[in-house]
Each structure stands twice: as C-alpha cells, then as structure tokens.
C-alpha cells in the first residue's frame, strides 16, 4: 500500500521531476553567484590552458623539431620562449583547477549543509501520523545515502561535467581550424558514442532509483533490529531476521548489480570506441599528409585533440550515472520537504495571567496577562478583550475517529472531565484508549464531533500552546543523549536548579541520581542505556513534573516500576497530580482505584463507566479485568 501522501510506485522505469528537482537544486547552488561566476572563469582558464597546450604540438613540430631533424638552421630562441609559454600555460591551468576545485568544495558543503537544516526543519512541522506511515532508517537514508550522493554530485560530477563541455567546445573550435574534413568524421562517430551512452543512461537511472530504494529499506531494517535486539534474542528470532535480511539485501544486491552493470558497460565500450574513432582519424589524416593536404604539426595536433576530445566526452558519460543517482536521492529529500506540515489553524495562545483590581466592574479581580511566570495560566483570543482561566476541563462530545477512513477506531465517545478530576481508561489492548490521548493531544483530529478545553474548541487552540499546557509520561520512555538534569528540563527550559530537584524528589528519582558518579551531571546516551527501565520512568515522571502542567495524561506511568518502587512514588504522584486534571491509562487497576471516574472501553467503544466501587458492584467488564477473570 502505498504510504500516505505518496503514489505507488513500481520498478522505478524513469525519474520523476528530473526537470524540477534540478530547478530546486540550483536555487541552492544559486545563493553564491560570486562564486560561481569565478568557478566559472577558472574552469575557462583550465580549459583554454589545456586546449592551448595542445596546439603547441604544430609549431613544435613544423617550426623547431622537423626542421632540427633536417638539419637546418632552428632558432633555439624562440624554441625556449616556446617551451616557457607552454609551462606557464600549465602553470595557469593548474592554479585555475585548484582553485575551482576549492570553490565547487566550498559551495557544495554549504548547499548539503542548507539541505540538511531544511530537512530537519521539516521533519519538526510533521505530524506524527508521519512517522507512524514511515520507516525511522527510511528517514535517516535522507541523511546519509541520498545526501552522501549529493556531495559526489556537487563537488565532482557538476565541476568535471562544466570542464568537460567547456573542453569539448574548446577542441571542436580547433579542429574547424586545423582541419573541417577530419572534424565532420571527429564529430559523426562521437554521435554514435552520445546515443548509445543516452540508451545505457535511461537503464541506469532506473536501475540507480531501485537501488536507493531498496538501500532506504535495509537501513531501516537495521535499525529496528538494532533497537529491538533484545526482543530478537528473548524470543530466539536471530535466524529468521538473518533470513529477513538476507531477502531484503538480496534485492539491494540485484538492484546495485544492474546500476552498476550498466555504468561500468559504458565505460570499457565508450572507451574501446574512441580508439576506433583514433586510429580512423589517423588513417584519414596520414592519407591528407601523403597527398600534401595537411602537414605533420597539423595532423599531430589534431589527433591530440581528438584524444582529448574522446576523453572529456567519456568522462561526462561516466558522471552522467553519478548525476542521475544523486537527483534520484536528490528527489527523495525534497520529497519530504514538500511533505505537507501540520496544520494548525488555532488562534487561541496560552498566556501566563494574574489577578489584578477592576475599577469598571463590580467585580473586584479581573484576569490580566503577564509576561513573567505567575503560576497562573489563561487563554487569550485575540478576538476578545478577557481573558479565560485555564481550569482544565476536557469535554469529549460523541467523539468518532479512524486513522483510516476505512476503519474507525472510535464510535461516539463522551466524556466530561472537571478540573481537578482524575479520569482512568482501562480496556483491552486496542480498545482506543491511547487514540483518546492521541486526540487530546491533536497527533490526529477528530472526524466527527467535538472536543473542547475549558469550553473552547481544541481546533481553536495553537497546538503548541495546547501541548504546553499538557504534562505526559509515556509507557515508552525516551530519553535524549546528554545530562540527567537536562532530560529532566526538557520538560521546561527555563526550570532552575532547584526546580529540577524538586521535581526528582517528587518522582522519587533524587536517591538513584545522587548515588550516580556525576549525580545530576551524569551524562547518558542511547536511550539511557546505563539506567534500567525502572529508574528511566523515573525520570520521565519528574520531566512531566518540572513542566507543572495543568493537565495531566499518564500512560501507563508505572508500567516499568516494581511494586516497591511503586509505593514509595504513589505519595509523590498524589501530589504531583494534585489540583490538576489528570487522563490515567492503565493496565494495573490498582492504580486507578482513587480515580473520579472509570471508563472501561471496548473495541472503540464505552460500555461502562463509574467509581472503583460503582463498577465492582455492576459485575461487568471492569470486575472481570479487576478481579482478573479477563484478559486485559
């Protein structure tokens, strides 16, 4: 199936948007004109100083050599100026290919660096059913193959591709001078050479988009067995993701064997070509020379060229397959920057208020905004005057949703939380209780109905703001390379110190972080791979209290936490949820006993919904789960 977003595609017969994704490219490349105009200019010198060398051969030979070898009189002179022309000539030409390959360097490195921070950038605005839709390898291959593909283009193939044509046009000038008989024939056998390296191109490139294709499949491969090597090796998987990979790798190696197939036929055959066209040029030229049509610093000069002249040409033949692998990279990066972002048409901001005197109304407070941090939250229409305290109330109104259209997760979901109201979802796996969260956090939006906080629309509300006024702690801890203490800021960047220890004591994680060797300074790395996953939920809970939200969603909190642990944190989760809305999912119902109320969902749908005590007594759903008579 097709992901969403993109159409199917199969076998990959030709590009796409050649045509535009080099337009994209050179918008890059276009931002150092100065530059470029001096590449420009050093690859005319290169080339100039490579076509001038070569007509030196004809008055070499008539002028200097021939004449010594006769025996006449040759003027040693102007042979030495001769020779002083020619090795400053080189000179020239070497300096202007240094320094051209310096600038194409330079700007190349600066395009790739431009293209990687719009992609990232990118990547930040999408939704998260994005990444729900696409392999994590796939995504990185954007920033190591298709982009590594990139780098060869810019820095190697488009510098020599320039050179070669300048070249080509250079040389053909100067065969038209020294000979157009033999420049016609120069010129007819290199259309022969031109039409079949386009023949061999179009194979190429299809075989070279297959390839980054199935290259993109194998990363991703990797990296979720990578991730998941403990679940491979509980469950004695190694063989069949040995076998897995070696089916999908298989794919790579025949797509890498055709691309490749067909780039290196083109080079032994442009190669045994141009000889053919040499020593054709040779039989004809010496035939000129022996009928006084041509002299021998002539002939000497143009087969030189014409050598040159093959060469360049088999080299653009040869870059021609870099270039087409890299747009077909260069296409899957703009792919995702054209990816559509999350929309957010919300107007309503999460503002921090206080409560200042009302002179014109009876009323003796009225809510002002603050630009410093007061504890205080309200949110603020630009369309109104007054302001709205944020109490955290949650209305659920016969919500329906699918991630699909074909398959609908939700069916007409109600529910009112109060502030300060503590709601628990518990139900099958797969009965919805996370897509709740997901919809109240706005990873996806509703179909149908409406949900509202303190009253306004959730559509109404920046996504950001929304999201700020949400505290979270996942059943999946993810925890980022760095500090303890920054793990535990990522919840609020402007938390001090003492906040962040604050917040530690409160998830009860302050005891296992000072026994640490750096304490808070510890730094952890992939994923927290030195804690366990006990002591990493820890510290996504205070994460989740350092931001002191005023909703709370707990997913499964203490998934991860023995019973021990559990008890010593229930008092500092009491108080973390204190005066505070709070969504619970959970799959241990002890958890949940305290909660307001209790919605037991099934297959999308609520089919009861009470007090711990009011649900026992119903000796439903909630009673089987409770007393474990079902399977959760």
């Known amino acids: ?13 030709k590009p796409q948007h050649t045509r535009n994704t080099l337009r994209r490219l050179f918008a890059y490349m276009l931002v150092h004109k100065a530059l470029w105009v001096v590449v420009f200019i050093t690859v005319g010198i290169s080339a100039a100083a490579s076509v001038a060398s ?75 059913k994005y990444y729900d839709a696409h392999p994590h390898g796939e995504i990185m291959s954007r920033f190591t193959n298709d982009i590594d593909t990139l780098r060869d283009m810019l820095s190697q193939s488009m510098p020599q591709l320039l050179s070669s044509l300048i070249t080509v046009a250079s040389i053909f000038v100067m065969m038209i001078v020294l000979n157009p008989v033999l420049a016609v024939v ?11 390296a386009v023949k061999i191109g179009k194979l190429s490139a299809a075989s070279f988009r297959e390839q980054q294709k199935n290259l993109g499949t194998v990363n991703g491969y990797i990296e979720e067995l990578i991730e998941g090597q403990r679940v491979v090796k509980v469950f004695n998987y190694e063989d069949e993701a040995i076998a897995k990979f070696a089916e999908i790798n298989n794919d790579l190696r025949a797509a890498g064997t055709r691309a490749n197939t067909y780039a290196s036929i083109l080079m032994p055959l442009l190669g045994n070509l141009s000889h053919v066209q040499y020593a054709l040029v040779a039989m004809l030229g010496s035939l000129f020379v022996i009928r006084g049509l041509l002299d021998i610093g002539t002939i000497a000069a ?15 033949s040869q870059q021609f397959n870099g270039v087409l692998n890299a747009l077909a ?25 206080y409560e200042a005197a009302d002179r014109s109304a009876q009323s003796n407070k009225r809510l002002v905004q603050s630009y410093a941090a007061t504890g205080e939250w309200a949110w603020k229409n630009p369309a109104e005057v007054n302001l709205i305290k944020l109490r955290g109330e949650v209305v659920f109104d016969n919500v329906t949703f699918g991630y699909v259209s074909e398959k609908t997760v939700l069916h007409n979901i109600c529910i009112h939380a109060k502030p300060a ?12 209780k996370t897509t709740i969260i997901n919809l109240l956090t706005r990873f996806y939006d509703v179909d ?8 306004i629309r959730l559509d109404s509300i920046k996504k950001d703001d929304l999201r700020r006024s949400l505290g979270m702690v996942l059943q999946e801890t993810h925890l980022f390379s760095g500090t303890i203490r920054d793990n535990i800021r990522y919840g609020n960047l402007e938390a001090s110190a003492v906040q962040i220890e604050d917040a530690a004591r409160l998830a009860n994680a302050d005891s296992f972080i000072k026994q640490l060797e750096d304490g808070y300074d510890t730094v952890i790395s992939g994923n927290g791979g030195i804690l366990s996953q006990g002591q990493r939920q820890l510290l996504a809970i205070a994460r989740a209290a350092v931001a002191n939200p005023p909703v709370l969603v707990l997913d499964e909190a203490t998934s991860s936490i023995d019973t021990r642990t559990e008890a010593l944190i229930q008092k500092g989760m009491d108080s973390l949820m204190q005066g505070r809305t709070v969504f619970v999912i959970a799959h241990r119902l002890s958890t949940v006993r305290n909660a307001d109320e209790i919605i037991v969902l099934e297959k999308g749908t609520i089919i009861e919904r009470g007090t711990h005590d ?19």
């Not at 899957?332 to 208020?353: M, S």
């Not at 909630?622 to 008579?629: A, I, K, S, V």
Request: proline share 3%; with cysteine; hydrophobic share 45%.
């Open 1 to 13: 199936m097709p992901r969403p977003g993109q159409q199917e595609q199969k076998g990959y017969a």
């Open 54 to 128: 070569s007509y030196v051969i004809k008055p070499a030979l008539n002028n200097y050599i021939i004449p010594f070898v006769g025996k006449q009189h040759v003027d040693l002179g102007g042979f030495i100026k001769m020779l002083a022309f020619t090795f400053a000539m080189f000179a020239a030409g070497s300096l202007a290919s240094w320094v051209n390959a310096r600038l194409t360097l330079h700007i190349a490195t600066d395009v790739l660096y431009k293209l990687r921070v719009d992609v990232f950038a990118k990547l930040e605005t999408l939704p998260i």
């Open 186 to 196: 120069v010129v007819a056998s290199i259309a022969l050479i031109m039409l079949l």
């Open 302 to 316: 143009f087969l030189q060229y014409t050598r040159n002249f093959s060469r360049p040409i088999t080299m653009m």
């Open 329 to 353: 990279g260069a296409e899957r990066i703009f792919a995702i920057i054209d990816e559509e972002a999350e929309i957010d048409e919300g107007t309503i901001r999460l503002v921090n208020a």
């Open 421 to 432: 109201q503590k709601i628990a979802l518990v139900g099958s796996t797969g009965s919805g």
């Open 448 to 455: 149908e109905g409406t949900i509202t906080y303190d009253g």
């Open 614 to 632: 009011e649900l026992l007594a119903q000796k439903g759903r909630y009673c089987q789960l409770y007393t474990g008579n079902a399977v959760m």
